[in-house]
């Protein structure tokens, strides 16, 4: 079966940090580019960060960086997105998706664009930043 497992979930107070992780089960994330996508309660789904399958590329939505990094390990078919100086707006669900092999294409416009291709999707783990 092919698909892609989140984990690393909690409920942590705001400046507190926790690890994402996008596991893949099925295929290698190798050649795919990998988003990190969140959305929060009555809102829609926003693009986070996106790296490329190389891991030479990555793109930050303007709200996270400095506070967020995306990295990944091909040879533990695993991406990770680590979260540091949580605020109460990062609350969300968090969903990582593999990009298409079937077209190039930026991670700016995996994570911005909508029309940008998916091959899979996770099921998502719940951040919650609060007290």
């Known amino acids: 079966q092919l698909q892609l497992v989140e984990s690393g979930g909690d409920l942590v107070q705001p400046g507190g940090s926790l690890r994402l992780s996008c596991s893949a089960s099925?295929?290698?994330?190798?050649?795919?580019?990998i988003g990190w996508f969140r959305q929060a309660p009555g809102k829609e789904r926003e693009g986070v960060s996106c790296?490329?399958?190389?891991?030479?590329?990555?793109y930050y939505q303007d709200s996270v960086k400095g506070r967020f990094t995306v990295s990944r390990d091909n040879a533990k078919n695993t991406v990770y997105l680590q979260m540091t100086n949580l605020r109460a707006e990062d609350t969300g669900t968090y969903y990582c998706?593999?990009?298409?092999?079937?077209?190039?294409?930026?991670?700016?416009?995996?994570?911005?664009?909508?029309?940008?291709?998916?091959?899979?999707w996770g099921k998502g783990t719940l951040v919650t930043v609060g007290t």
């Open positions: 790296i490329s399958s190389s891991g030479i590329n990555t």
């Open positions: 998706a593999a990009g298409s092999t079937r077209r190039i294409d930026s991670v700016q416009n995996m994570c911005t664009r909508s029309d940008s291709e998916i091959a899979y």
């Open positions: 099925g295929f290698s994330l190798a050649t795919h580019r």
